[in-house]
């Protein structure tokens, strides 16, 4: 019903950029809160940057100051502008929404995209 299409990973020095997307499409009627994740191998899904449907941002510690998170609600469009990358920010990038699919739907649902890889070498 909901999708959500990850792009703009890749292979960055150390120090370099990338800016990444997430295309939601489908049924949806509203989006509130979306979020970028990042995932290493043997390792849990950690949040990375959250924004609210009204806008209001939540970074990791870890990344603050190095990455901007935005969206672009007419097109349903989520970002995650990188700067500064580490090789430890080496991880599968998800992207996350909550998706209200119709106006009769009473709650949001969590959709998940199929990630995408960004690789920072040192």
């Known amino acids: 019903q909901v999708q959500l299409v990850e792009s703009g990973g890749g292979l960055v020095q150390s120090g370099g950029s990338l800016r990444l997307s997430c295309a939601a499409s489908?049924?949806?009627?509203?989006?509130?809160?979306m979020g970028w994740y990042r995932q290493v191998p043997a390792n849990k899904r950690e949040l990375v940057a959250s924004?609210?449907?009204?806008?209001?941002?939540q970074y990791a510690d870890s990344v603050k100051g190095r990455f901007t998170i935005s969206r672009d609600n007419a097109n349903n469009t989520l970002f995650l502008q990188m700067n500064c990358l580490k090789p430890e920010d080496t991880a599968v990038y998800y992207c996350?929404?909550?998706?209200?699919?119709?106006?009769?739907?009473?709650?949001?649902?969590?959709?998940w995209g199929q990630g995408t890889q960004v690789t920072v070498s040192s």
């Open positions: 924004i609210t449907g009204a806008g209001s941002t």
């Open positions: 996350n929404a909550d998706v209200r699919s119709t106006l009769m739907s009473l709650s949001y649902r969590g959709y």
């Open positions: 489908g049924r949806i009627y509203h989006i509130n809160a």
